[in-house]
């Protein structure tokens, strides 16, 4: 049994300076540079036991919340597979059968679920302003039973996707691009184009760009960030990632061209999202069940959307990228599904070509998230996630026997 | 590790006379004093396992059975909690996708489910008269089919709410009196005011009123149950609660004065339920998919609650319990979720800054639900519980290495 | 503990030359004779471990993916109880919340769900020319994400129902008929009447009586598929059998008499199903939506049944079977639930009185099933299943402490 990258992972981690057992998951940003890698490290460690065979069960026995307020396959099944993994039992807390609100009922409801638990996965990406604060409320009731007694642990809260960032993409994302590359300090001073690209859906949410940029304005790239005009995202965000990139020696540079951003970029992100503005306006047409209002601003949106077709990634655009004269060109990225052109919509975000050439590369890329989410439920939870991971090492179960 | 304390509740359990192994969970009252208190040790030594960070896993795989005929958060999630406690995977079994009806079909499904399981949940208390029919009928054919030589061995029925009792609530709910007030023992003699409460809402069952003077009755409680004319419970399940309150020390007084009952008591509970003759003409209508009907009797009896919204466990009526005039009132219960005044709904049970007081008394009170209902299923499985739990002691398997 | 069964069957499974490690379970006549008969050997070793008290688990974690395109109690829980055994946990694709389509979709969805599963079972049974086809496509993107290296291993798939066949229903059918006969061997030369019967619902899937023609054939049994006419089954379904029962030295007549079929019988299967050709036209009514369609061709087809009611296994027509005359006729079969006349419909496929008799005898032969699909997964998953099986005994883990 090959353990060795087992206990490099390991030791990386150990050399981290971290505060994160008691602590939630919700944005990139409010981790520390030591975290993230941390977080990289421990995703890693869990697969590496995985693929050597060996058991990564935590927990023999616990509770894993599952609160998705809306529909998905992709991570609703790494959630799955990363508390699985760790041994924890998901339990699916559906809005539908109990609506979970705000203040008395938010406090209630996440102390009721948590008796036995040790992780709550959360999804509310739909009501911008709303899915990150909704997760910092039952953080903070979560808080408050463990410090009245009530709760015996405080399970970890992970974000699986708010209206501010979608920290599980982004960081599987960007785990995919440190194996790609050859590890996290080979990202310094590549260039990523995250740039917006036609759809012919309307409504997606900003949280897959916003986590890209929130990130990978920590790892000194240098970020172009392309979209239409009027297409922005949340303002706090990009002004936060500016920051953040001139701090770590990259930069970040908004632009309104597609072939500009994609002018010499190591990594292309072309992905569709909904303006802004569209979104916030978009939040009191939902409360009030609006279905006419709704109706008119897709309409309209749609209408709009469809002024940018020549937002794709073609073949002629890739040929802009790094290498892309010659036989190299950029990697592609996706969190899927995509719009493929004349395959899943008559025109979308990616030419077929592109997309077929780099299927594999987007499925491995998805491939890191549920050891991503797990290594999240680790680090929220353990004093001392390196001798947790040692522990299951030593201990040695097979995690099969076939 | 401090193992006393799980030593201590199994020794009290192996001292008890039980018949429980192989019989369903239904009506506390069906119960003798020694069954119910091996519940409370059980429930006591599976928490004090946990909180010793000691494996509680009975099984190692194993299904048990959820079958919820309405929604639920707090005991679905207590239910699969203490499920998985012991090892046990929660299977759903959806009356949307798989109706459960009388007769054949009862007999059928219950065995169908069953080849590997070792627990049934039901939930199944809006048909008055049907509820705990339904269970009873669950039970017979899983008799039979063991009887037959078709089952391997008879999963055991827990009650998770019926039109008769609500078990697992109100042995929560007494776990939670005698921790709170140091040993079953301590409970006789004390006052409890099982009150309803105004409400603006309507058809909440009789079950958890039912569940609670049921119990109390078998401990020697001075009982005050209030209500405004015309509430009424099952009337047999009241005259029963008589007959035990008498043979018990104790007594059961029917007042139809929340003031009245609040008057010197230990223990309040207030909350709203819906009359018995209301439940009664409620079952034809909704057999009857009468939406019509069912909104005139909702109107109806919207407008009789309104009668009586005078009916609120306000400061005031909390300084008429014994020490309220001095610092220390009353215990204030709730099975929640509480309409809570101004919080809630307008006009509630309980006032704001009572509930506020007691908010962590009532989540303290939740989280014994879990353990009971794991140890129902351990006394309903286990030929000898207390050498089960000393045998998860003896493995002494950590319950998580983080 | 007796463990002789458990290894005459591992030993009876280790003779056996089998190919089936990395494939699926699709249609038992795509499996050899001796893989047929491994399959059969696996789920008794597997019963008789956990009869024997001893933990099936062969994983410690490890995702099972439940995707079922249309309501199933029985083979839902099946699933489950399969899983769970083998210490899966079972994640469901809700097609509600998540379409899977064709192509990209299909190839996507699979790898997405895949990358720490082991086994996906899929039922897909209500369009005739597509569940299978379906499953096929998921297989064929397993097997490119395996070469990709997108997924560490291959997730077996396992047909839980399709359009073609039904092979867990019709293994579970055989092993009980095993059982019932005292081995797969007394079966040879038997009668079985696979019949048609009359249901006052419209729409039943051709599969199960696909799969017990198909699977019989196999095994030199006379088989007399009987149906009024008009009512056929698949014409390659039928031709394939007919092939397959001469050259096991068995037949297949296809008659359209009950009396005819069951006279002599050893066995006797009756069952409704929808005339092929209405399942037909009913494809393209389902993939419209058309309401008005559908509803016309339930009516007509409702009213063509109507004129087979006498196609009922009544007291009578069991006496024409073997040994009917005296007091051992045929063994009565069902795949559950039946129509049973006076009990779940006024007339149906069966007599009341001759159900009752046999119910038991329908309860066993679906108690099989959880274990042919464990006996499947573990056959699709591990290079050796016989030392698998053995590391389990060897091991010896008690599955249950209580």
Chains 1, 2, 3 share one sequence.
Request: hydrophobic share 40%; net charge negative; glycine share 8%.
């Amino acid at each position: 049994m090959n353990t060795h990258e087992i206990t490099k992972s390991i030791e990386g981690l150990e050399s981290k300076k971290l505060d994160m057992a008691g602590k939630d998951f919700l944005l990139t940003w409010e981790k520390s540079k030591d975290e993230i890698e941390a977080a990289f490290l421990a995703a890693d460690a869990l697969r590496a036991l995985r693929d050597a065979g060996i058991s990564a069960r935590l927990w023999d026995s616990g509770i894993a919340v599952s609160n998705f307020r809306d529909n998905s396959t992709r991570t609703r099944f790494s959630f799955a597979s990363a508390c699985d993994l760790l041994g924890l039992y998901v339990q699916d807390l559906d809005e539908g059968k109990s609506q979970v609100a705000h203040g008395e009922t938010v406090r209630e409801t996440a102390t009721m679920i948590s008796f036995l638990s040790e992780a709550i996965g959360i999804r509310d990406d739909m009501y911008l302003g709303e899915g990150d604060k909704y997760q910092r409320e039952v953080g903070k009731a979560l808080d408050e039973a463990v410090e009245a007694g009530v709760l015996p642990s405080r399970p970890t809260v992970v974000n699986l996707q708010s209206d501010v960032d979608h920290p599980t993409q982004a960081m599987a994302d960007f785990l995919h691009l440190c194996h790609h590359f050859g590890g996290l300090d080979r990202l310094k001073g590549r260039k990523i184009a995250m740039s917006w690209a036609y759809s012919p859906s309307y409504g997606k949410p900003l949280s897959v760009p916003q986590g890209i940029i929130g990130l990978a304005s920590r790892l000194g790239m240098e970020i172009d960030l392309a979209y239409p005009e009027g297409y922005d995202l949340i303002p706090e965000v990009v002004e936060l990632s500016k920051r953040q990139a001139e701090a770590s020696g990259g930069s970040l540079r908004v632009l309104h061209s597609m072939d500009e951003a994609f002018e010499g970029a190591d990594i292309v992100y072309p992905k569709s999202w909904a303006p802004f503005d569209v979104m916030q306006r978009r939040v009191p047409l939902l409360h009030a069940g609006d279905q006419a209002g709704l109706k008119e601003l897709e309409r309209e949106c749609l209408a709009n959307n469809a002024r940018f077709k020549d937002w794709e990634c073609t073949e002629a655009k890739m040929r802009l990228t790094k290498g892309g004269g010659k036989d190299a060109p950029a990697l592609y990225m996706h969190c899927l599904p995509a719009d493929i052109s004349g395959v899943s919509c008559e025109a979308g975000e990616v030419a077929a070509s592109v997309f077929d050439r780099y299927r594999d590369d987007t499925y491995r890329e998805a491939g890191y998230k549920p050891y991503v989410i797990a290594a999240m439920i680790l680090l929220g939870r353990a004093e001392d996630p390196g001798h947790a991971l040692r522990s299951l090492l030593k201990r040695g179960t097979p995690r099969s026997l076939v």
